[in-house]
């Protein structure tokens, strides 16, 4: 509560689970406000005591018409996949998209968001590192959606990769594979800890020996390199990398040690993007509808900044799919060199 124990307004909007600007539409225009969000403002208002004061509000007719969306890096083009799904559905409402990338850094993403969000409608954060206290600063101040990352209060989109997974394990079964390595990616990846949790479920339920690389940035050489020593170090026949840039990398690292895939190693990668296709072998993929994602979290976004939606929704799950290329093939004689 605010001083002497008077219900603020920013109570309200911690209790009802939405912005202080929400509670003041919701309050005082509520036919701006979706009407089931307005009815639960009143709701947690009434129970809470509160009783409305003049509040400044961003009159809807000041809309800059710009969103923003801050990505990890455009190295790899599952972030070009996101922003062109964005795009797309930006134009056709008449807003502008403009992209800030942090190069993998969690500091200079949050520098960047807190500097840029006063200038913006609302936020599309893809694979954000920052804090859950971090973004819920961030989505108090502007609308905000995530992207494969789950933190209560803020709308998201999220890919359910358990079933791909699923299919990509058993398919390691099926050609006689009985260990795996999952070369992880960053520590502060909410995706990186669910794909670990999801294979260890996974692998346990078949009897499947499974072990991870020391999360590391998938982006950066040098810290790549020290992955793929790790995996050398203590080798499987069959690899799920966190992504398709990591498998394409180990792909090149193995060939210039004379190791074969898939004759001696099976790789699967995670996202699929075009580069997947291209490799020598094709990769295995476990294909994430990025376009689609960067679509729904426009939509959903947009949908918040004008009032057309709740601000709390539940997570728009879209689902991945297991595509077999030639990266995988069955597990190696025990005559055969270890890697």
């Excluded at 850094?105 to 206290?133: C, F, T, W, Y």
């Excluded at 058993?170 to 006689?176: A, D, F, I, K, T």
């Excluded at 001696?264 to 990668?269: A, F």
């Amino acid at each position: 509560m605010g001083s002497y124990g008077r219900v603020t307004i920013r109570d309200v909007a911690k209790a009802a689970g939405v912005s202080p600007a929400t509670v003041s539409r919701s309050l005082s225009q509520p036919g701006r406000v979706n009407a089931q969000t307005a009815s639960h403002v009143r709701k947690v208002a009434k129970d809470l005591g509160y009783y409305a004061e003049s509040v400044n509000v961003r009159d809807d007719d000041a809309l800059k018409g710009t969103i923003m969306t801050v990505t990890p890096g455009l190295q790899l083009s599952v972030f070009t996949e996101f922003i062109y799904g964005m795009q797309t559905v930006c134009l056709s409402k008449d807003f502008c998209l403009i992209t800030s990338i942090t190069n993998d850094q969690s500091g200079m993403e949050r520098a960047i968001i807190k500097r840029l969000e006063p200038h913006v409608d609302g936020l599309i954060l893809p694979a954000p590192r920052l804090s859950n206290v971090s973004l819920h600063k961030a989505s108090q101040i502007v609308p905000t959606v995530m992207i494969n990352r789950v933190t209560e209060g803020i709308p998201s989109v999220v890919c359910d990769e358990h079933d791909a997974i699923d299919a990509a394990v058993q398919r390691l079964r099926e050609l006689g594979h009985t260990s795996l390595t999952y070369l992880a990616g960053p520590k502060d990846s909410w995706q990186n800890g669910i794909r670990w949790q999801t294979l260890q479920s996974v692998c346990r339920a078949i009897g499947m020996r499974v072990r991870h690389t020391e999360p590391r940035s998938p982006i950066r050489k040098a810290e790549l390199a020290v992955t793929f020593q790790e995996f050398l170090h203590t080798p499987t026949t069959a690899v799920i990398t966190f992504n398709d840039g990591m498998a394409i990398q180990l792909m090149k690292y193995l060939a210039a040690r004379n190791i074969d895939v898939p004759r001696q190693v099976s790789i699967i990668s995670i996202d699929n993007d075009p580069e997947s296709k291209r490799t020598n072998p094709p990769l295995s993929c476990i294909s994430i509808p990025r376009y689609e994602m960067g679509a729904a979290a426009a939509r959903l976004l947009i949908g918040r900044i004008l009032h057309t939606t709740s601000d709390t929704p539940s997570p728009v799950i879209m689902n991945a799919s297991f595509i077999e290329r030639d990266s995988t093939g069955p597990a190696r004689n025990p005559d055969d060199h270890r890697p």
